[in-house]
């Protein structure tokens, strides 16, 4: 149980163009979505904290107008990356709050490698 | 300093223990997390701990939490080349559903 996927799992695209990424969690509902980022050999810096039905909360520093997240329903959010430059390209992850014996925790996606030329 | 800092790097033998330690600066953590990073995925939930227990185990795993020291360290017994990844550590801050972590720790397991 508690399988995050997300989707692509890669992408290369052009400078200027956008690119969305899906975050799915296939086997149970979740209200609070995370995205992260993760570069070469470094932790994951949390993005923005997406609950369903509302807008998301960014952290510092990121553009919440290049960064656009929707979660529309309990089971999907999804992070546009608009007119992405090559400074974006990062490995992408998702995390969905579920339970994991008492207490809520948060289950990863397997990630998405973005590259923009 | 860094909220949660980590060794980064450990090379063992496989067939022996592998000790991953971790520290963390804030002492209202309520739970603390085990990540599992193998190349190019996402992170594996491995195991976690409440902040008002010393230890958890769980098959190979063992969890030891000193939480006068703020020190975590995650015990892998009997390590195996597919343990080979890197092991980020976590804390959950009380009231938050965030998580903050460590640079993570690579483990490389030779045989």
């Known amino acids: 149980g508690a399988v995050v996927s997300q989707h692509p799992s890669w992408v290369i695209c052009k400078s200027g163009t956008s690119v969305k990424i899906e975050c799915r969690s296939l086997?149970?509902?979740?209200?609070?979505m995370f995205w992260y980022r993760q570069f070469p050999k470094q932790s994951l810096m949390l993005m923005a904290t997406?609950?369903?039905?509302?807008?998301?909360?960014?952290e510092q520093g990121v553009e919440k107008d290049k960064f656009l997240i929707n979660h529309a329903s309990l089971t999907l959010s999804t992070l546009t990356v608009t007119s992405a430059h090559p400074e974006d390209s990062s490995f992408y992850i998702c995390?969905?709050?579920?339970?994991?014996?008492?207490?809520?925790?948060?289950?990863f996606g397997p990630g998405t490698r973005l590259t923009v030329l | 300093g860094e909220d949660v800092e980590q060794s980064l790097f450990l090379s063992v033998r496989e067939g022996d223990s592998s000790v991953i330690n971790c520290t963390y600066t804030?002492?209202?953590?309520?739970?603390l997390y085990w990540y599992k990073q193998e190349p190019g995925a996402g992170l594996q939930l491995l195991t976690y701990?409440?902040?008002?227990?010393d230890m958890k185990q769980d098959q190979r795993l063992t969890v030891l939490l000193n939480k006068k020291d703020k020190h975590l360290s995650l015990r892998i017994a009997d390590t195996q080349t597919g343990d080979s990844a890197i092991y980020f550590c976590?804390?959950?801050?009380?009231?938050?559903?965030?998580?903050?972590f460590g640079k993570g720790t690579m483990l490389l397991v030779s045989p």
């Open positions: 995390s969905a709050l579920g339970l994991a014996g008492a207490t809520d925790t948060q289950y």
């Open positions: 086997d149970f509902q979740a209200t609070t």
């Open positions: 997406s609950n369903e039905g509302s807008k998301a909360t960014y």
């Open positions: 804030d002492s209202s953590s309520t739970y």
């Open positions: 701990i409440f902040s008002n227990m």
């Open positions: 976590a804390e959950r801050k009380s009231g938050y559903s965030t998580l903050t």
